[in-house]
């Protein structure tokens, strides 16, 4: 098996860890501690070409592989968590449905304008009672003379008080669970559609994190995705690949964390000579080192997969690169902390932002309990 990294994908994991250290590490305690959304590295990432990393050249996108997509994921991460997360649910969960189950017609005039950085897409499945469970979808669409009617509230929306389009779940056959669900996609300022409630989070915090509420919402009837009642499969095939951009965000803050931990151990001195010489400071770097590979190899792995196209290896992969991914991350950021003692509780240097930041990845995309289950499932079923 070759490891090595192609041309173009080494490219892109300078190109962006460059980017990472040199624009995003200055600022990520600014936006942090303010939690505006940081548009200037939005900006400059549209004109990088990574809002829309693997998207056809056709469509304004960069025509790359899904490799280079958690490279650049990952690097990003590493720099600044917030707009790690900005970029993996803009690519992975908006723009991912509309170009595999949109039109000819929703991908020339919407998806065109996602891949550049134009506007910025959310996607939006989480409910009050539907979160793991999907089933419990209460907004409801209905198809009234030649328009689908939306009402119902989504929440914990990433990007979701920026969006320019949603692209959501909502039931349209009652009484048949997830048989029932259907996606659509909605543009800001579509009358009935708003913005509510911002979350005040723990961590990520430059992200824009939102309620979306629809009263009395109507779209065209052709801004359904795929057809009536493909919601459940939309997404579960788009969460797929939302876990291994989820996964490379956790692969990059443990990154970020052990480097500030190497670094701090050689400076840091105790008992006359660096805490780096010290045996047990030595163990805790080897095991997050180890980790860190480990992850980054699943991720990668899932990745490749990903691109192949082969539906049965990357769901069961995607899971386990987002579940080893997101554990090693907390675990990681909790040594790092420990390394830097006192100092590192406080918010002079940035191991503890890694360590809230962290801490979502566990959660969202599926929590790691959901992540177990779909291993499980898919490797009972390779048994017979």
Known sequence: MDFKLKEEQQMVREMCRSFAENE?????????????????????????GIMGVVYPEKYNGAGMDYLSYAIAVEEISRGCASTGVIVSAHNSLCLSPIYYFGTDEHKEKILSHLTTGEWIGCFGITEPEAGSDAAGTKTTAELKNGKWVL????????????????????????????????????EKGTP??????????????????TELVFDNCQIPEGNILGKKGDGFKIAMHTLDGGRVGIAAQALGIAQAALDASAEYAKMRKQFGKPIADFQAIQWMIADMATEIEAARLLVYQAANYMQTGDRQRYSKYSAMAKLFASEVSHRATHKAIQIFGGYGYTKDYPVERFYRDSRITEIYEGTSEVQRLVIAASTLREYK
């Open 24 to 48: 995003l590490k200055p600022k990520a305690e600014h936006y942090d501690r303010t939690h505006e959304f940081p548009w200037e590295h939005v900006k400059k990432l549209s004109e990088m």
């Open 151 to 186: 009402n119902g509230t989504k929440n914990f929306i990433t990007n979701g008080g920026v969006a320019n389009i949603a692209v959501v779940t909502a039931v349209t056959e009652k009484g048949i669970g997830h048989k029932g669900l259907s996606f659509f996609i909605v």
């Open 192 to 209: 009935g559609f708003s913005v509510g409630k911002t979350e005040d989070k723990l961590g990520i915090c430059a992200s824009s994190t």
